[in-house]
């Protein structure tokens, strides 16, 4: 199981607003790349010397978007904070991969966390991630926790001058960010769609033992995910409505658009929980079912050689003064009697509908 | 299982209000038929230039109704969007066949999708539609995946003069449209109602194997409307509440009816959910409840036998000197102690209540 | 399964506003009663001709309750609706019997629709009825599926000229009619309430099998009732909070006792579902424990004579060479461990438990 | 059970209005006491004359508390009802002893009814009782079910003037009264803590078959309160932020506190309901553990004797011609046979981890 | 399991704001510390006297943390209440170990009661104790139930100056104390969401027996703690946006933080509350999943031996007229009928998938 909670008690005794990394331990180097563009230049440089950022970014007619892959390097957050006048409570939420889905809105920028959560297509696994984005009048600055994100076609379509990116101001840039990350919800959802989909089948087939286990980890899967994306609800809502100095009128109605994707994210999530927990039913119910049949069998075959070995067993005691033994006509009988038994229990049973259903059954089978 | 979400990520690295087709794929040609009419006459005509819609379009005293089939033509989508003044984030709605229930209002139009699920009397099948509406002052544009709708009676209506429709404007033509959808609704409702009842009335009298997998298929189905149903309440709510240019008061009246009937149908959808899993419930009881009967037949057989049979098998063995076996009383002796036992256990059972009932039952049965 | 949808389908392809009747068929006469009455003096007749109820109704100084059972003569609704000026989209909810109930108001009056639950002491049997109001300032209109109503000890004290009725206006005749309807479903809840403590105290006694449909049959009932009653809370709470021209402020005191009556019945209503499903899991559980000691009986039967009918077999091998059987001793030698086995055995049970319960059960039972 | 509604159906027919008792049926005479106290002087009497309540009630710079035990004395409500202008509407509520608790103000007075739960010391059982206050300037009555009640230390703290009750107006009496009553469910809700650590230990080490109707009884009593309790909330928050002229600033800090204690009930209450159906599940587990583990030795006994004793059946079958059975070494071989059997089958249920785990049990217990 | 209810009928009888000690049984001395600060000086003292409290709060410009470990000293808490004007319910609330979380704001000061749930590293134990805060304008008075607790390195911050709490207000010590509570709630969680992992991975490889009781363990550990944390939400919601005299705009900032981290642990302990709930289903479905393994293997066991042994019984009977018997072909004949029987029988299980399941099972596990 992945760990919802990571070593969290490690900021246990720490002042507010000490910036503590909460995660996944790294090695890495820290990489920040600065994109500066406007409607006609675009500008792409690594960035190695964090204090200059500030410097860097001169140009008050151009946007700029600073993008730090590693938030375990507490030293860069603190220069990165001082650059950028960043709260300390911020840059602590920023370094704590553990927050849920929020945004905060300061006097100086808009603060908004989100997890990342898509399928990386060389591994062919699931990746999460936590992303953290500063926003500014003309600046975006995004937190990640390691390289490699969704944003790759964004910054081709960036260089590209593709859409109308190039010509919106620092919110666009925030939105479309944002959208590209909700955009591969979807994907993950489908996948979990798909997985849903096969065991649905499967089981009116054949309800196999390790079945269950699969299921359980679908439930967790949607439970965690769940965890993720639920709050988003709420926080899109309100950043669609909120009244800001950093959110334009002019990306309200994108803002919405954000909105209806996150609830249909959640809506759908929400009605995979229901099918995964129809599914559990469905898998015991069948299960209940095999067991049913399966004891029916064995009654059946068991009572019907019950009385019968009893017979024999009568018969085949050793009491020197049994009549019947000696008897030309007793074996005849006995199994006159035998099939008597055999035959009125099979009536019995077809009456209580045991056996003539399991007759039927099988010529459906056919 | 229908699949909830249709190859979505195929738009995963698009810009925003990029118009992608998302759903299933089609082959056929688009169509699209105009109707304008006023109180005095009407005219219905096949559009084959779509760059001509807004010529055609010409008359401030009549109204217009646009009714294209399929919505995967993104270039027609494109040309219709540019003809009407549509929002790039509408028109990518529009094309997206996996959108929830809702409404969205603009500047020059209200946008409106909902689900047209209804059953094809010829095809004997239930059919799942994306319909989408832009309503402007004087034109109502209905957007549909394919050819085929339940909007038939009400063309009728309109060429013949029938009812108020000639007479109001186009929001009442908007109202006629989703209301007849929304009748429909009803239609399929009871389709699964019916259903509910066969398989509840079946349950009664004999539990069968398959059942379980019917009951599973009915609660999908059921989640499956409730997905695309629940939202409506809001929606529709909204709708028949919103302060709006393209809603006029002389409407409302019929929106809240609009709305009363998308509570009734929300409430029994909620009402058969609970049906189903007191159905589920019930199944399960069935079931368990003929499980312990069949233990109990095999438990009085076997318990019956088993010590008769260890009797039989006891003066089955062969030792020299077993005294009994010689006695002439011997198996006499044995012929009572076992009626003995058998008639000793029947009391045990019966003290016990599981023959005694078991008799009772069969008493009952005759 | 009384169907929760009747012919629903029917009106699927009207425009709004038509009236159908939708409901079961129904042959007998519509009757309309009409009774006049002011403090002093009061009238009641026959209607028989529908066109003169308004002239009829002149009295400006007088109430009039005109109540038609019969609601599947449409011709009758229009001619009503005429006389009345009721809007065409009310009288396709009137005709309409599958209604929640609702109160709508409108300009010229206040419509209410409810559902009438009522214990029939004659044919003992619960009916169901919906009952639409139609209230002005002088005039309370009340439409029935059928005859045989809960008005009648209602009708006496307006003949009798006891409590307040004679002396106030319209509402607080419209009032004492719902108040009527919901005193009857009070009848119908305690005979659910007697139902469930009759099946509730058998299981402690004794869980037949037949039970198990009588729980689902009570919780469909419960289920069905639910639906009619649960929307009736938000109604009559808007009904006692509204402010509206047909509702004078004398009769709100009363309206907020009927909210609270509403209240009372939905409350139970919920009880009585957590209890039913409450009297399931427990059926379930005295279901599973009798199992369980059935296959305990079974067990240590079972288990107790497999080893010594091996025991018996093998000795009754009839292998030439078996020096055992020749010796003197064996016989008692196979007695006494014959004997043993059975002691180690009920030893082994008796420690794990299984054996000496059931002992200190029979104590118990003595 | 106890039953939830009683006789309801009593009052179905009457006008609103009519007071008619609810209730069990009663004998025992009404009392009236009356006590009636300032901060210097307090006078304590039996009323015999019900009509000179209110000559008695004469000193405005005294308050007044009236206890009535016995509201089944339709004529006594009556002329209460005339003494103090108390309507119609809220004496038929002080009779009919189903009420969910409410409070509502009249102009006169203040109208509040609660259920009275608590343990009778001297009969050990749970009492449960309707109790109604009317509360107006200087006059507190209470309207009890019969004699007996949670207040007697209250009077004792009147008596003896400790705390400051007789400093206080009456509404501070009115909230003492209430405070006793909510003061006793913690008693009750103690009671069924106690009794689900008892069910909860107990299960650990021993899953009893009468278990279970103590769990359901349990779930049903919670559910009872509940239903008594839940709407408390409510009503005690509304009484505590309501503006009225019978509540006084100056005990709005005693209303708030009761709320709490309302809140703490009604929240432990529902951690019960929680408890009991986590016990629930825990027993119904442990149950069919055991059944597991039965089972488990059933199949490992009688498998192991199965094929044993069919061995030793084959070798007792009197065909003339066995040659096996003349072989001096047959007998032997057997032998072997038969104790390779049962250590191969023992090899297997160790590898499919039944006997092992079977044996490692048994080594935990000692 | 620890007791929700600590002996709280103790107070049954008393008057409102009458300060009673409701929790454990303590016998420890009562420890009252006080640390006096501003940016410049920290006094630390124990205060033996508690009359003189007052007169040690001399300094207008020095901030006052006053802690007092033990509450079950009801004469101290009286003079403290005394001392700084506390009201009686407020203390009454002190002493009552058994508050939920809650805030009220009084004249004089802010009372604020929090649940302390802590991992003691010492004795490897959850701790769980009451403690309560009153904050005034230059003062912070914390009441304990106990020594120890998680103020140590916040204490070692404020004599090292470490941070900017010496530089704040009482407000600031006030939230810090709090923050300090809820991180270590983090760590309790951390605890039980390790304890979920490991039952999870555990019941794929192994549904043991007393897992049961684990789980069950677990589920009432979440629902305590779910009791304790639960009102914290809105408590703490309240909190950072409430209007008080108390808390200045200063430190909005942080509560907003503190909130947050409030949200975040009810969220997890919430999904950790379905996970739980997930875990027990998967219990119960791979516990079933066993039996219906083992009702396979005995049946097909008995089934495969019961036919056989009828058929060496059938020959072992002594009747002198068998003509079988002495047939010399007898034998072998019947050798083949039984290897046919099980080949039959074999082919049968497999076409039923029973037995062809369980080798492939076998295969897999290979």
Redesign the interface.
């Known amino acids: ?1 992945r ?3 990571k070593n ?2 490690q ?8 910036i503590t990394y909460i995660g996944d331990e790294k090695q890495h180097n820290v990489k920040i790349k600065m994109i500066s563009y406007n409607d006609t230049a675009i500008d792409e440089f690594d960035v190695t010397e964090p204090d200059k950022m500030n410097e860097l970014k001169t140009d008050k007619n151009k946007l700029y978007w600073i993008n730090i892959d590693g938030i375990h390097d507490v030293h860069l957050l603190e220069k990165t904070g001082n650059t950028f006048n960043i ?1 300390p ?1 911020t840059l602590e ?1 920023i370094a704590n991969t ?3 889905p ?1 945004y ?1 809105e300061y006097d100086e920028y808009l603060y908004y966390v989100i997890k990342m959560i898509y399928f990386d297509e060389t591994e062919k696994i699931i990746k999460n991630e936590q992303v953290s984005f500063i926003l500014t009048e003309n600046l975006v600055i995004s937190f990640q926790e390691r390289e490699g994100d969704v944003f ?3 910054r081709n ?1 960036l260089r590209q001058n ?4 190039r010509k919106m101001k620092s919110d666009y840039l925030f ?2 960010l944002i ?2 990350i909700i ?2 919800y ?2 993950v ?2 996948k979990i ?1 798909d997985n ?2 096969v065991i ?2 499967a089981l ?1 087939n ?1 309800a ?2 390790q079945m ?2 699969k299921i ?1 980890e679908l ?2 899967e949607i ?2 995910l769940r ?1 993720s994306l639920w ?1 988003l609800r709420d926080v899109n809502n309100a950043l669609y409505r909120m009244e800001s100095s950093f959110i334009t009128g002019d990306i309200r ?2 803002l ?2 954000l909105y ?1 994707h996150t ?2 994210v959640v ?2 999530l929400e ?2 929980q ?2 995964v927990s ?1 599914i ?20 059946i ?3 019907l ?6 017979i ?11 009549p019947e ?4 006509y ?2 005849p009988v ?1 199994i006159i009697i035998t099939i008597g038994c055999i035959i009125g229990m099979i009536f019995y049973f077809r009456r209580k ?2 056996l003539g ?1 399991s007759k039927q ?1 099988k010529k459906k089978e056919k």
Do not use: C
């Open positions: 199981m760990k919802i909670l969290m008690t900021n246990k005794s720490t002042s507010p607003g000490t709260h409570l939420d553990t927050q849920r929020k905060e790759e076609p964004l379509r593709k859409g109308r990116v939105y479309i959208d590209a955009d591969n979807f994907l959802i489908e769609g849903i989909d649905d089948e009116i054949n196999e033992k269950i286990h359980h439930k967790k439970l965690h965890k709050p109605i994108f919405r658009d209806d609830i249909q809506d759908t009605t995979y229901y099918m129809g559990m039913d469905h898998y015991l119910s069948v299960t209940s079912n095999k067991l049913n049949e399966i004891m029916k069998v064995l009654t075959f068991a009572s050689f019950i009385p019968l070995t009893f024999a067993g009568w018969y085949g005691m050793n009491f020197k003064h049994m033994v000696d008897s030309p007793a074996y006995i509908k045991w259903k059954h």
